[in-house]
């Protein structure tokens, strides 16, 4: 058995650096699954297809040529990193997230990820529904404001136009499809550590996580974050 830790939430919550500072910390693999639904939402966009469309949209969702390399997203070899990053990107995600054989297809490619010496999975269902088995569960949320804040900052760090209302309005909207739809909605998964991470730091999460892991697997080696 590989051992996974899931880290769910919603968006903006900061399991995407606190996934990637774990599995730094126990140098184990990484899953961004939120950023396969990001890449199958490009990929219909570009390829004139709706979210209602789901026949469609689940056979892309097979044929998807899509690999992470070296810290990059490639698409059919086009490194798409920067393109799935945007608002628009999270929201065309979310939407073709909420197709039932969407998410079937994508299962056996999530759990494919699971490789020694262990894997860190990021999203919104890994704890409930792609890896039920995981011995570590961490369910990571934070006010709408307080996470739609944190996304104005990034953006005006890139020199990009933010407003503030409206990012809360958009991930308001985007917690309430992903909380809501009929198969693998946004739920704290059984047994999970839950970490309202409102008024707190990136480093004390981290530590949160890293205790428990500790806890669970006391011969574990874990090493400072770079
Ligand atoms: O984590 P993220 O913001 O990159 O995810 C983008 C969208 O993809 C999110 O709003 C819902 C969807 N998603 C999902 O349905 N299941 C996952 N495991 C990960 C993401």
Redesign the pocket.
Known sequence: MIPVITI?G???SG??TISQLVAECLGWNLL???????VL?LAAERAGISAEQAAELTKLARELNLNFHAGKVLLDNEDISHL?RTEA???A??K???VPQV?AALLDW?RAYAKAPGLV??????GT??FPDAKIKIFLTASAEERALRRYKQLKEKGLNANLLSLVSEIQE?DD??QN?SV?P?KAPAAALNIESTSLSIDEVLELVLDRVQKIYPKLDISAPK
Request: glycine share 16%; net charge positive.
């Open positions: 769910d919603p968006s903006g399991k995407g961004d699954s939120g950023a396969i639904y990001r939402g799935i990107a999270g929201n995600a979310s073709v997230a909420v998410r999530q999975a990021d999203g919104r269902d890994m529904v792609v985007r499809r992903d739809r693998a946004l």
